[in-house]
């Protein structure tokens, strides 16, 4: 019954992107972490956060609408992480205080990833300081929809196991003000965050409790074996 609590809320906030105008690039917007219009000015009251300033390494996932925050962070001189769509190629990595300046547009786009960042396994990723994950809808008490296919909880969980993030790890999340909504239903392995910045306003959310890895038994076994990295954590933990 969630599960289509859950896609009826992510049809709601893509039709609605698409019929005010706000929807962007890559459109349609169904199916997708929705690119919106004012992204850079989520990204920028994103900056304005202490956890931002105070950040040295951030992961940021790679849709569109965070595409602001990745380039942000890079001309910032920060360590990007970025994990590679549904994961299939691990994470990869980009240090901005290395990077020229011309060149940090490019390097953060997924296809500029992939030249100029490098492939890091997880047990050699440096400590991250901040999580900035993509949503469909998110609620002011800080529960957030993805694109329905679990790759933003998959990518904490296995950083969670890693060590190289805990639960005082702040995550925090960028969308347009239609895409908030008053509740959204939620289960264990879900990925609250606990700052929502908008293209108007920054919210602060109550803490909610964090998944803290994998939860194995949940996991469908197509899932583990379309994902290199996740097949090999499952067999490691199988001894």
Known sequence: MKSLEK???????????????????PKPVEGRIPNFVGAEKAARLLETSKAYHAA?????????PQRPVREMALADGKTL????????????????????????????SISGMYRLGRGVDISEMPDVDLV??????????????GKGEGYA???????????VIDAKTPVYT?????????EIPHTVYDLPVDMIFTNTSIIGCPKQPKPRGIIWEMLDKSKIS????LAHLYGRRRG
């Open 81 to 108: 992480v970025m994990p590679t769509p549904r994961i299939r190629h691990g994470f990869l990595m980009v240090r901005g205080d290395r990077l020229p300046k011309n060149m940090i547009h490019q390097a953060s």
């Open 7 to 25: 896609e009826a809320i992510r049809k709601t906030i893509w039709k609605l992107l698409e019929e005010r105008g706000v929807a962007r690039f």
């Open 174 to 182: 960028t969308v347009h003000d239609l895409q908030l909504v008053e």
């Open 56 to 64: 040295e390494v951030l992961k940021v996932n790679p849709d569109s």
């Open 132 to 145: 900035v994950v993509g949503s469909v809808a998110v609620s002011r008490d800080g529960w957030r929809l």
């Open 153 to 163: 909880e998959l990518e904490y969980a296995m950083l969670r196991e890693a060590g």
């Open 226 to 229: 379309e994902i290199p990295l």
